[in-house]
């Protein structure tokens, strides 16, 4: 236990040694909460609308004080002539228009009313989300007409969507789940993949193994620290995430965290394989940048959804550690879902870290002798 | 004297088809400083490995230490000291550092790290540079404290791979005087090296070519033997004779 002891405050020396590497492990989920959360952000806030129609008439005017009264949407000028919708948004002077036919109050009666709405389709994720927004607001708006004009009665069906858990479409909802993944995959699979490739390029593992300490232990010892700075990493995410980014933890704080264990473990596992297989620093690096880092990014849903991918890309998937805990976290802190909603996937990571460390560990062992 | 602290028999490992040690058997003596000689390829480290305990050997026995080669490899581990010039200390560790990490892999208690590394500065004259980081010490430097390290749990063998690899002659030298320091204490060393001049300091000296033990006798026998003037050209004619060149 005393060489056990001694070898991991070495370890611990080398992370604060070397201040670089310190700072990158420290800082770099905190740039990238705030990256996601500022300046790649997909989501519906502060949308300025432009609208066309008879502000005399009391149903266009309802309409567009509930666009204006929206949180995220506000009203910032009207135009006269549907044909100047293509200026404003050149100008880019607004990001949707309303357009209300000219006898929008009197048809809405007989329930043939139509509003066009348009978005400014050179950013087509963010227009799909605002138009789809905007019909939402129009259609709860039609609602209410319908039940006050009409004493209750239906004049024509209108589906209305709802998003639940996540109303406004907010994008930290997604990539607060992503990040997680991702930070906790690099430090504990990059990090300790290279800091036993290092020694071993420069030798010094010989001279480890070469004393009492067992290998084991001296693999052990090397994973402690990395873990330790991935709760650290994990802690400040859900803080930024929970305070800045303001996503909720729904579900058990306790159950998160068990998850967020198991998938660490099974990223030191893969980090171990990958220092086994890898010669030099670089090829290790080069491992963990494309074999881990591009499909955690691409598998994530980050960037894309899972869903819509081909059958073969998502049974890739499967295979990828962190798909399982992205869901996991999904389920947890914006579902609320417990134990049983998660097991499955729990289940699923468990298995998975067993198998890497069983096999990690025994091909290390194979390749000491 | 008179005990052996090696003894290996018929020791052969083979990686597939290829034979790296074939059949060795050798003693090294109590208090004995041991060259272990041999070209690049010639199976020297994979013999040195299998001593250390860092490979088992495919057949073969023998004890190092008092600890047999194919069972006891913990205990081996625990009583022989190791050095390689290459990569002995960390650079990024202040010297301190070094000698606590080292005594504390070594299983010494805190009390005892704290009085050697006293010890220690004091008699390599480095008490100035304790809290410097290795990596920035003078090569000849390193070199001390790296063996001494290797000492610190007073091992009964010290195993030196190429302790002297890209050192000037008077580094080495004085290094040479450490060694022989170690051994008259009673400490056997077993050398590897690539200056014949320093296998001329040995005791005893064994040359490997092509797996197996070509040659094992004292510098001056063996120069008698061969009729050299010197263990550079002992070695020529021993590694020129190999089948095949």
Redesign the interface.
């Known amino acids: 236990m005393k060489e056990f002891a001694a070898s991991v405050i070495k370890e611990f020396r080398h992370i604060f040694r070397d201040r670089r590497t310190i700072l990158i492990a420290m800082v770099m989920p905190v740039v990238q909460i705030i990256l996601f959360g500022f300046a790649v952000s997909t989501e519906v806030n502060d949308v300025r609308v432009v609208f066309c129609g008879d502000l005399s008439d009391p149903a266009v005017r309802s309409a567009v004080d509930r666009i204006d009264n929206n949180r995220y949407l506000r009203i910032t000028g009207r135009l006269y002539n549907p044909a100047g919708i293509a200026s404003v948004f050149r100008r880019n002077e607004a990001d949707a228009a309303v357009c209300f036919d000219r006898d929008f109050g009197s048809s809405i009666v007989s329930g043939r009313a139509s509003a066009r709405i348009i978005g400014d389709g050179s950013d087509p994720n963010t227009a799909q989300m605002i138009t789809s927004y905007i019909r939402g607001v129009l259609q709860s708006e039609q609602t209410d007409f319908s039940v006050s004009f009409a004493g209750g009665q239906q004049m024509s069906m209108t589906p209305v969507v709802q998003l639940m858990y996540n109303p406004a479409m907010k994008s930290s909802y997604n990539f607060v789940p992503g990040v997680m993944g991702l930070i906790l995959m690099l430090i504990c699979s990059m990090m300790t993949a290279v800091s036993i490739v290092r020694e071993k390029e420069t030798g010094t593992l010989e001279l480890l193994l070469v004393s009492p300490v067992k290998p084991l232990w001296i693999i052990v010892s090397k994973m402690i620290p990395y873990l330790a700075l991935s709760v650290v990493n994990f802690t400040s995410i859900l803080l930024l995430a929970h305070y800045v980014m303001e996503v909720p933890v729904n579900g058990s704080l306790l159950l998160l965290s068990v998850a967020a264990l198991v998938f660490m473990v099974t990223s030191l596992a893969l980090g171990l394989l990958i220092s086994v297989i890898s010669p030099n620093q670089r090829t290790a690096l080069l491992i963990c940048g494309m074999g881990l880092t591009m499909p955690v990014m691409i598998f994530s849903g980050i960037i894309f959804p899972c869903e819509s991918m081909p059958a073969v890309l998502q049974w890739f998937s499967d295979i990828i550690p962190a798909k399982w805990f992205i869901i996991i976290v999904k389920k947890v802190m914006i579902q609320g879902d417990g134990l049983a909603s998660v097991s499955g996937e729990l289940a699923i990571l468990s298995g998975m870290a067993a198998l890497l460390l069983a096999v990690s560990i025994k091909s290390f062992r194979t390749r000491l002798q | 004297m008179g005990r052996n602290t090696v003894e290996i028999a018929h020791l052969t490992k083979k990686f597939g088809d290829f034979t790296a040690v074939d059949n060795i058997s050798f003693n090294v003596r109590d208090g004995e400083i041991f060259g272990f000689l041999g070209a690049n390829g010639a199976g020297k480290t994979t013999a040195m490995r299998i001593l250390?305990?860092?490979?088992?050997p495919t057949s073969g026995e023998g004890t190092v230490a008092g600890y047999d080669i194919n069972t006891g490899q913990?205990k081996i581990?625990?009583h022989?000291g190791?050095m390689?010039q290459?990569?002995?200390l960390?650079p990024?560790?202040t010297v301190r550092?070094n000698i606590?990490?080292?005594?504390?892999?070594?299983?010494l208690?805190d009390k005892e790290i704290r009085r050697k590394t006293d010890v220690m500065l004091d008699m390599l004259g480095m008490q100035t540079e304790r809290d410097r980081l290795a990596g920035a010490l003078p090569l000849g430097w390193k070199q001390k404290l790296a063996f001494s390290i290797a000492m610190i749990h007073d091992p009964g063998i010290i195993f030196l791979d190429e302790p002297t690899g890209g050192v000037d002659p008077e580094t080495r030298r004085t290094f040479w005087e450490m060694i022989y320091d170690a051994a008259e204490k009673g400490t056997t060393v077993f050398v590897t090296t690539h200056y014949m001049d320093e296998a001329e300091y040995c005791d005893r000296v064994s040359v490997m070519v092509d797996g197996r033990i070509a040659a094992l006798d004292t510098p001056d026998s063996l120069k008698a033997e061969y009729g050299a003037e010197n263990m550079d050209e002992v070695f020529r004619i021993i590694v020129g004779r190999r089948p095949g060149l």
Request: with cysteine; proline share 0%; aromatic share 18%.
């Open positions: 250390c305990g860092l490979s088992r913990e581990k625990r022989i190791y390689c290459k990569f002995s960390y990024d560790l550092e606590r990490l080292f005594g504390g892999i070594y299983g208690r």
